[in-house]
């Protein structure tokens, strides 16, 4: 099941980007040739991480925060996976990214990608998730090793917390991916419910994913077990294209950085952020040990 770099989602991407985009052509609108503005209108990617139809009314928000501090209409495009993002970030489809930590580090390479911010805790401290391998409560798997020979729910391809550590994690206790039977259910809530329903042995459940399903009543963790977790991982960058005007790139982070809390709060739940702080700044060295993984893993773009 793997999603390939190139494919028709890229050009429906494309479409919808040009459908959505606000503002006007650069002839019409006042704002086009400003600065914080090009062409009329900000593109913003996200990464379909959670329910595509829960993410986009979150994003909505700070878009619309965003669009006031820059005066330039801002348009949220939830895309279909990891690949066309990165693709359409590197073919100028898209002006600003959210990126899962090792979809940016294919971003950077393929597009150039530079991270702006991240998202803070209440606290002003960068906020981290981690990755985990859970079970049900009854079951005689005690430890990530007992995985051979079983059945695992792995998020998406391409994932941090729900394809890549996951399969590092069973490296580490010995186990090759053939040792056991891998079912990639689309998406972190998509792998939560194969094992819910009883479809697999085991699954992968980030913390992000356990906050909000733990919150929606749909996950009861005292029904099952947490067998394997993973080093914290940075929180997702905030990217923007690499080659844009330098002085829109410093317009964009300053007014993230001058954002509220309550301006990303809806956002900070999904990646489990709550309560919420602001957003600060990050560099590439944040997200080292995210290049680092792709090289011990021997990760290419074709991965995603």
Not at 139 to 161: F, N, R, Y
Not at 174 to 179: E, T
Not at 232 to 251: L, S, Y
Request: net charge negative.
């Amino acid at each position: 099941m793997k999603t390939q770099l190139f494919t028709g989602s890229a050009l429906a991407l494309a479409t919808a980007l040009a459908l959505t985009a606000c503002g006007g052509s650069a002839q019409s609108s006042p704002a086009a040739t400003s600065a914080t503005c090009p062409n009329g209108g900000i593109k913003f990617g996200i990464e379909p991480y959670e329910d595509p139809a829960k993410l986009k009314p979150a994003y909505d928000v700070l878009a619309a925060a965003l669009s006031k501090k820059l005066e330039c209409p801002v348009s949220v495009q939830v895309v279909e996976d990891y690949a066309a993002e990165v693709l359409a970030m590197r073919n100028g489809k898209l002006d600003l990214g959210q990126f899962g930590p090792l979809g940016y580090v294919f971003a950077d390479a393929k597009a150039g990608a530079e991270p702006l911010v991240s998202f803070g805790t209440a606290g002003k401290e960068l906020s981290t998730y981690t990755a985990g391998i859970w079970v049900p409560k009854d079951s005689p798997i005690q430890a990530i090793g007992d995985l051979k020979g079983k059945s695992l729910a792995l998020g998406s391809v391409g994932s941090t917390s729900g394809d890549v550590l996951p399969r590092f994690g069973l490296r580490e206790a010995g186990i090759a991916d053939a040792d056991l039977k891998m079912d990639y259910a689309g998406g972190h809530p998509e792998a939560l419910l194969a094992l819910t329903n009883g479809k697999v042995d085991a699954a992968e459940i980030n913390s992000q994913t356990l906050a909000t399903a733990v919150a929606a009543g749909t996950f009861a963790p005292d029904k099952y077990r947490q067998v394997w977790t993973s080093h914290p991982i940075p929180n997702d960058p905030i990217t923007v294209r690499g080659d844009a005007d330098p002085a829109f790139k410093a317009a964009v982070k300053d007014a993230f950085l001058s954002l509220a809390p309550a301006d990303v709060a809806k956002v900070g739940e999904f990646l489990d952020v709550t309560p919420p702080g602001p957003l600060l700044e990050v560099t590439k060295d944040n997200y080292q040990p995210l290049f680092e993984l792709a090289k011990t893993m021997n990760l290419t773009e074709k991965d995603l």
